[in-house]
């Protein structure tokens, strides 16, 4: 087995292990590392009873047991999407909590177990909560509400539900969901919560002009009016949780589209979010219609961030005093990389390397690694095929197995072959919505723990 990893400077991991205060909250992350959201794909799902949907189990505690553990593990852990009704998922067997779910019950029981698991060695465990809008499948929904009726086309083997613009009581019904999700959480022992304000999620369908036409005071006309829903959600969350809660977003620090958000764009929309009281934002870019996330340009192949020059832009431009904390997300894989990342950005954030790697920031702090490990061929390149394999690999370590080596040449070859069973279960399942779980790897995986880095 090849054991190559992606090559680095020499440099010191120092920078990396300083604890990062946030304010206002004054919660302190224990280094700079970040574990970016990941949809895991592992809760209760019911195609025909929506209540019974997005209650997390055993396999989602053990699985954030592990990025939780070590004294150098990840300082923040933001779980995957948390939709916040039934039937606009981001993902079937997402976790949900809706207006409707008390805080009690089997529901509330297991959301307080991750958040226990996760935070044994001192991480903070931020979720992230989503309204996917206009990027729901339909097949769950074909009604969908976004900022106005702009149809998202056919994109990555789904179909989407045709939107409407939200109405004013829908308005108020979202803006319910995230603050009662916020206090919710906060009751389960969870640090905080981060919006999912980017790739073309319902939030950021109010933040860009290429899908928010409207008139009224949430159209694009001014910072303010694009920025009315998030300024809404945030103040809501504000008066039902203590000064403490983390309040932070992800967002689009660009997106490759006529009208889409720019880095000026953004910019603006971080300051504002600052004078909110937003605690971090994890920048990030691209949509469903462009994504993004690849190695194309020669600058980006040089310093592995794939948003980092328009990220840039957004964090040069902030006051020199911002309080707001910035991380940049998206393609960092070696040590140099993240250490120079930190020049523009207080911390980094890192997905599908921590679906690999779970152990990842404690082998790069404790010097037994300069770098992630670098997969075979396309995985890296299409991210479609990363993501498959990424969420294999969440899968596997929530069932107390060490995740497959994607550098592994065997390995890689078995998974390719349960890839294409997957398939034609995916294609076979159709409407039904019966057959939802991640690719199941075929091939032997050690028990977790019992292989050491190298
Ligand atoms: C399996 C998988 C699930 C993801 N789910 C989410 C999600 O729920 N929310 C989100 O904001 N980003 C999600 N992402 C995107 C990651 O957070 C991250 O922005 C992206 O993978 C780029 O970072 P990376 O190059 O380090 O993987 C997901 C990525 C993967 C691979």
Same mark, same amino acid.
Not at 162 to 189: C, M, N, Q, S, W
Not at 424 to 430: H, M, P, S, T
């Given at each position: %087995?090849?054991?190559?990893?992606?090559?680095?400077?020499?440099?010191?991991?120092?920078?990396?292990?300083?604890?990062?205060?946030?304010?206002?909250?004054? @919660?302190?992350?224990?280094?700079?590392?970040?574990?970016?959201?990941?949809?895991?794909?592992?809760?209760?799902?019911?195609?025909?009873?929506?209540?019974?949907? =997005?209650?997390?189990?055993?396999?989602?505690? #053990?699985?954030?047991?592990?990025?939780?553990?070590?004294?150098?593990?990840?300082?923040?852990?933001?779980?995957?999407?948390?939709?916040?009704?039934?039937?606009?998922?981001?993902? /079937?067997?997402?976790?949900?909590?809706?207006?409707?779910?008390?805080?009690?019950?089997?529901?509330?029981?297991?959301?307080?177990?991750?958040?226990?698991?996760? +935070?044994? $060695?001192?991480?903070?465990?931020?979720?992230?909560? !989503?309204?996917?809008?206009?990027?729901?499948?339909?097949?769950?929904?074909?009604?969908?509400?976004?900022?106005?009726?702009?149809?998202?086309?056919?994109?990555?083997?789904?179909?989407?539900?045709?939107?409407?613009?939200?109405?004013?009581?829908?308005?108020?019904?979202?803006?319910?969901?995230?603050?009662?999700?916020?206090?919710?959480?906060?009751?389960?022992?969870? $640090?905080?919560?981060?919006?999912?304000?980017?790739?073309?999620?319902?939030?950021?369908?109010?933040?860009?002009?290429?899908?928010?036409?409207? !008139?009224?005071?949430?159209?694009?006309?001014?910072?303010?009016? @694009?920025?009315?829903?998030?300024? #809404?959600?945030?103040?809501?969350?504000?008066?039902?949780?203590?000064?403490?809660?983390?309040?932070?977003?992800?967002?689009?620090?660009?997106?490759?589209?006529?009208?889409?958000?720019?880095?000026?764009?953004?910019?603006? /929309?971080?300051?504002?979010?600052?004078?909110?009281?937003?605690?971090?934002?994890?920048?990030?870019?691209?949509?469903?219609?462009?994504? =993004?996330?690849?190695?194309?340009?020669?600058?980006?192949?040089?310093?592995?961030?794939?948003?980092?020059?328009?990220?840039?832009?957004?964090? +040069?431009?902030?006051?020199?005093?911002?309080? %707001?904390? !910035?991380?940049?997300?998206?393609?960092?894989?070696?040590?140099?990389?993240?250490?120079?990342?930190?020049?523009?950005?207080?911390?980094?954030?890192?997905? @599908?390397?921590?679906?690999?790697?779970?152990?990842?920031?404690? $082998?790069?702090?404790?010097?037994?690694?300069?770098?992630?490990?670098?997969?075979?061929?396309?995985?890296?390149?299409?991210?479609?095929? =990363?993501?498959?394999?990424?969420?294999?690999?969440?899968?596997?370590?929530?069932?107390?197995?060490?995740?497959? @080596?994607?550098?592994?040449?065997?390995?890689?070859?078995?998974? =390719?072959? $349960?890839?294409?069973?997957?398939?034609?279960?995916?294609?076979?399942?159709?409407?039904?919505?019966?057959?939802?779980?991640?690719?199941?790897?075929?091939?032997? /995986?050690?028990?977790?723990?019992?292989?050491?880095?190298?």
């Amino acid at each position: %087995m090849s054991s190559e990893r992606y090559s680095s400077e020499s440099v010191s991991p120092e920078p990396l292990a300083q604890p990062l205060h946030f304010h206002p909250s004054g @919660r302190v992350s224990k280094n700079r590392f970040l574990k970016s959201p990941m949809a895991e794909a592992l809760a209760s799902w019911s195609p025909k009873v929506p209540s019974e949907r =997005g209650i997390p189990n055993d396999e989602l505690v #053990e699985l954030y047991k592990r990025w939780g553990e070590g004294k150098n593990s990840w300082g923040v852990i933001i779980t995957g999407n948390i939709d916040i009704e039934f039937d606009a998922l981001d993902g /079937l067997a997402d976790m949900v909590i809706t207006p409707e779910c008390p805080p009690e019950g089997e529901r509330f029981e297991a959301f307080k177990k991750i958040s226990a698991a996760a +935070k044994v $060695d001192g991480s903070l465990i931020v979720a992230q909560v !989503t309204h996917p809008g206009r990027q729901v499948q339909a097949r769950l929904n074909p009604v969908a509400i976004s900022a106005s009726d702009v149809q998202l086309e056919p994109k990555m083997g789904m179909t989407f539900g045709k939107p409407h613009a939200a109405t004013k009581d829908e308005i108020a019904r979202i803006v319910e969901g995230f603050a009662h999700a916020a206090e919710y959480l906060h009751k389960a022992g969870f $640090d905080g919560i981060e919006l999912h304000a980017a790739h073309g999620y319902l939030i950021s369908q109010f933040l860009s002009r290429t899908t928010n036409k409207r !008139t009224d005071e949430y159209g694009p006309q001014t910072i303010e009016s @694009r920025l009315r829903l998030v300024s #809404e959600i945030a103040r809501a969350i504000k008066a039902r949780v203590p000064a403490d809660f983390i309040v932070s977003a992800k967002l689009n620090s660009v997106e490759f589209q006529d009208g889409g958000v720019t880095p000026a764009d953004a910019n603006e /929309l971080c300051e504002r979010l600052e004078a909110l009281g937003f605690d971090f934002v994890e920048l990030s870019g691209g949509t469903y219609e462009a994504l =993004g996330m690849g190695y194309e340009k020669e600058s980006t192949q040089k310093r592995e961030g794939f948003f980092l020059e328009w990220a840039e832009t957004v964090t +040069k431009s902030l006051s020199a005093d911002h309080k %707001m904390k !910035t991380y940049i997300v998206g393609g960092l894989r070696s040590l140099g990389a993240m250490v120079k990342a930190l020049d523009s950005f207080d911390g980094i954030a890192i997905g @599908r390397p921590a679906a690999a790697e779970p152990r990842l920031p404690i $082998d790069l702090i404790e010097g037994r690694i300069q770098g992630a490990l670098k997969p075979l061929g396309d995985v890296e390149a299409d991210f479609g095929l =990363g993501m498959g394999v990424a969420l294999s690999q969440i899968s596997q370590v929530a069932k107390g197995k060490e995740p497959v @080596r994607h550098n592994d040449p065997v390995a890689i070859e078995t998974f =390719g072959r $349960d890839m294409g069973e997957w398939y034609q279960n995916v294609v076979k399942d159709g409407p039904n919505m019966e057959y939802i779980r991640a690719i199941q790897y075929s091939g032997p /995986l050690a028990p977790y723990g019992t292989v050491a880095s190298k």
